[in-house]
């Protein structure tokens, strides 16, 4: 059974500062993994998907990589504003129509 | 345009009522997805859509029963709800990719609605 896991739990950085997050599945045999944000109450907003076949892919400030084979993706946040505060959230699509997805990472940037 | 909308954006009932919850996308995605989300937890599957025919029913009560009526619209109507099934119910859609789609079920970026806070008393 897939699971996927976020690490850490929250987050707090100073403005400015470069962060990595941390996302891993124990099931390599994914199709794609995307990364959300979620602002509290809302909807998610996608931030990058990346293919199986895909090591990384960039927007702006963001960059994810994927490593399928060690079961790890990571989202790098350069130059952090506090306009990125919210929670991040990754997702494995698995096939079958199903993604799981772990936990989140609650990030708080401060001015 | 990748916009998913969701009425009503806030919605209390009460354990006797009957309500629907609506989602509808242009973005000729032919999967779409209802979930369940409660306070600081990830969003629970409920169920897919693929085709206009239900794909997957994650053992969902059947208090909660969805829709298709058309690629465009997804309904989930709501009926002698529980307490605990006070929760943000979020509408997904994505395109379904690759070759065999229905029977591999690959599916590429969701985009999800802003959601509908539900209360039950």
């Known amino acids: 059974k897939q699971e996927v896991t976020q690490i850490p739990a929250a987050l707090s950085v100073p403005e400015g500062e470069n962060l990595v997050l941390n996302c891993s599945f124990t099931d390599s045999a994914i199709y794609n993994l995307q990364w959300f944000r979620q602002d509290p109450g809302k909807g998610l907003t996608s931030l990058l998907l990346i293919q199986s076949s895909q090591r990384e892919q960039t927007s702006g400030r963001l960059n994810a990589s994927l490593d399928k084979s060690s079961g790890r993706s990571t989202l790098y946040i350069a130059a952090s504003q506090p306009g990125d505060s919210a929670t991040y959230l990754c997702?494995?699509?698995?096939?079958?129509?199903?993604?799981?997805f772990g936990a989140g990472t609650r990030l708080f940037v401060k001015a | 345009d990748t916009e998913v909308t969701q009425t009503p954006k806030h919605l209390v009932m009460g354990m006797t009522n009957k309500k629907s919850l609506k989602c509808e996308q242009h973005?000729?995605?032919?999967?779409m997805y209802w979930y369940k989300q409660k306070a600081k937890k990830p969003p629970e599957l409920m169920f897919v859509?693929?085709?206009?025919?239900?794909?997957i029913n994650e053992s969902v009560p059947s208090r909660f029963s969805p829709e298709c009526p058309n690629s465009s619209l997804l309904n989930l109507h709501l009926h002698a709800l529980q307490p605990e099934d006070s929760a943000l119910y979020l509408c997904a859609s994505s395109q379904v990719a690759g070759a065999s789609p229905v029977v591999l079920g690959r599916t590429d970026t969701q985009y999800f609605g802003p959601g509908t806070r539900l209360t039950v008393l």
């Open positions: 859509y693929s085709y206009e025919k239900l794909s």
């Open positions: 997702a494995v699509n698995t096939g079958g129509f199903k993604t799981i």
């Open positions: 973005m000729g995605h032919r999967a």
